[in-house]
């Protein structure tokens, strides 16, 4: 059976209605990501990060899947090749979408992590650093999300999988942000096929073996189907 990796990006969303980050007016126009995706700036201004968090939930909460996470959800269940759907997203748009055993590296929004003692929990609407955590009462709540200099989640199980791949496939990210914008590269030492699906050609582009450009909701359907 063939066995295939998808690492997905900000781009996956876009035509949900998520921003992406470093598109033009992305949220890293808006915000300086200093302040927003560190731990030292989560140290800094805990308010101002929920505040950010907070908006983001709000905003995934009334966003709904598009064509293209319809389209992998599919592809993931169809039986056919093994699929792994790894994503640096932190919405739930693949999920709601039906896509069993999505591999979120960069976290989960819908998600509260305590600082203390490690203990996760799904968020409510809205999350402050003194809300205390339903394990240990610790005051030290923070959204369960990766932000620059934090170990990504699941890199074993994505170390093994990039390893074993067929075919290796990138959607809708700018492949700007490591670890996983050397999954492609790494796919492709061990003699995988790779793919890259976005909008516009990203840094790597030239450096897979085929690339498709236009709105994920548009090629990924038909790359699938
Ligand atoms: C469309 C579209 C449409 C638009 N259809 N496409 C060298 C080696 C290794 C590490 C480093 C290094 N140098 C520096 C580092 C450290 C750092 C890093 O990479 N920095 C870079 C800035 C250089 N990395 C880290 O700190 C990471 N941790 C780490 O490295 O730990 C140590 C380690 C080392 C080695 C191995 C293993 C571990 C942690 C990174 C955490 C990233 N966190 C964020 C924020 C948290 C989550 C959140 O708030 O959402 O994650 S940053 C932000 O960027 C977010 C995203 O997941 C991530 C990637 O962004 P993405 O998805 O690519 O979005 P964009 O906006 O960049 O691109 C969108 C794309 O979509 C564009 O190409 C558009 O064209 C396209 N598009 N519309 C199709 N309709």
Same mark, same amino acid.
């Given at each position: 059976?063939?066995?295939? !990796?998808?690492?997905?990006?900000?781009? %996956? $969303?876009?035509?949900?209605?998520?921003?992406?980050?470093? #598109? +033009?007016?992305?949220? /890293? $126009?808006?915000?300086? %990501?200093?302040?927003? *995706?560190?731990?030292?700036?989560?140290?800094? #201004?805990?308010?101002?990060?929920?505040?950010?968090?907070?908006?983001? &939930?709000?905003?995934?909460?009334?966003?709904?899947?598009?064509? *293209?996470?319809?389209?992998?959800?599919?592809?993931?269940?169809?039986?056919?090749?093994?699929?792994?759907?790894?994503?640096?997203?932190?919405? #739930? %748009?693949?999920?709601?979408?039906?896509?069993?055993?999505? !591999?979120?590296?960069?976290?989960?929004?819908?998600?509260?992590?305590?600082?203390?003692?490690?203990? @996760? /929990?799904?968020?409510?609407?809205?999350? *402050?650093?003194?809300?205390?955590?339903? *394990?240990?009462?610790?005051?030290?709540?923070?959204?369960?999300? +990766?932000?620059?200099?934090?170990?990504?989640?699941?890199?074993?199980?994505?170390?093994?999988? %990039?390893?074993?791949?067929?075919?290796?496939?990138?959607?809708?990210? $700018?492949?700007?942000?490591?670890? =996983?914008?050397?999954?492609?590269?790494?796919?492709?030492?061990?003699? =995988?096929?790779?793919?890259?699906?976005?909008? #516009?050609?990203?840094?790597? $582009?030239? &450096?897979?073996?085929?690339?498709?450009?236009?709105?994920?909701?548009?090629? +990924?359907? @038909? /790359? +699938?189907?």
């Amino acid at each position: 059976m063939d066995k295939i !990796v998808i690492l997905s990006g900000a781009g %996956l $969303s876009a035509e949900s209605g998520l921003g992406t980050f470093r #598109d +033009v007016g992305g949220l /890293w $126009s808006e915000y300086d %990501l200093e302040d927003v *995706a560190t731990p030292q700036g989560f140290a800094r #201004d805990p308010a101002l990060v929920h505040g950010f968090y907070n908006a983001r &939930r709000a905003n995934c909460r009334a966003a709904k899947p598009n064509a *293209a996470h319809a389209a992998l959800a599919r592809l993931a269940k169809a039986g056919g090749p093994d699929v792994l759907l790894v994503t640096q997203n932190i919405d #739930d %748009l693949l999920e709601r979408a039906g896509a069993p055993g999505v !591999v979120h590296m960069h976290g989960e929004l819908m998600r509260g992590l305590c600082a203390a003692c490690g203990h @996760r /929990w799904d968020a409510p609407p809205e999350m *402050a650093s003194d809300d205390p955590c339903p *394990a240990c009462s610790a005051q030290a709540t923070r959204p369960d999300v +990766v932000w620059f200099g934090e170990y990504p989640y699941h890199l074993d199980q994505i170390a093994d999988a %990039l390893a074993q791949c067929d075919l290796f496939v990138s959607i809708g990210t $700018s492949g700007s942000v490591y670890p =996983a914008a050397g999954f492609f590269a790494e796919a492709a030492v061990h003699g =995988a096929r790779t793919l890259e699906i976005n909008l #516009d050609p990203s840094d790597n $582009s030239g &450096r897979f073996d085929e690339a498709r450009m236009g709105p994920a909701g548009d090629i +990924v359907p @038909r /790359w +699938v189907n």
